[in-house]
């Protein structure tokens, strides 16, 4: 460990040598490998490490990551490994969508869409319906002009049954108490 903590250290301060620090810090890991590489000789190695991650750094670059000390400490994180620096750079880029994305609301079904298999499909992605034709039974419940369900009304009866009319008295259950007529899951004992 004392001859890869040399090496190591070797390569950390040619780094700050040059012009443009293209080198950064490495692991001992990475001394490791060039060490042995260079069958136990430290300059050779010191030289392998930092030609390696010139390489490494060039590779990562010519795939459009421009911020150097982005790539360099993703490497040094990742022990040098280009595929697992990738990785880790491409979460960096996509961390405002994922944000975004479970951030956001549920979208909103807008029943009057001109293309119907769209919407369909937007209904079945969208609440993991079991069929095509569940999600035609709730397209159908929220056109119907006599009466306004909810949406989410409309899909927890959907997935209870699929018969019509087993629904149609899912969403208007009469309420004992006041009369008026509500769905069955927001009926209360």
């Not at 136990?40 to 750094?57: F, L």
């Not at 010519?62 to 150097?68: D, I, P, T």
Request: aromatic share 6%.
């Amino acid at each position: 460990p004392s001859v890869l903590e040399v090496i190591v250290d070797h390569v950390i301060q040619k780094g700050q040598v040059m012009p443009e620090n293209t080198v950064g810090r490495i692991t001992q890991e990475e001394a490791r490998h060039s060490w042995l590489a260079c069958s136990g000789n430290v300059e050779d190695a010191v030289q392998e490490c930092i030609n390696i991650r010139k390489k490494k750094v060039l590779e990562i670059q010519s795939m459009g990551f421009k911020n150097k000390d982005e790539i360099l400490d993703s490497l040094y994180r990742n022990a040098g490994d280009v595929q697992k620096a990738l990785t880790d750079l491409q979460g960096k880029l996509l961390e405002p969508f994922h944000t975004r994305m479970w951030n956001e609301h549920e979208p909103q079904i807008h029943s009057n869409m001109p293309d119907r298999a769209r919407l369909l499909r937007r209904i079945l992605g969208t609440f993991g319906l079991p069929s095509w034709g569940r999600a035609e039974l709730v397209l159908t419940f929220l056109q119907e002009d006599d009466q306004s369900y909810s949406l989410h009304d409309v899909i927890e009866a959907v997935r209870q049954s699929h018969d019509r009319q087993i629904i149609k008295r899912m969403l208007s259950h009469e309420c004992s108490v006041c009369m008026a007529s509500y769905p069955r899951n927001r009926m209360r004992s």
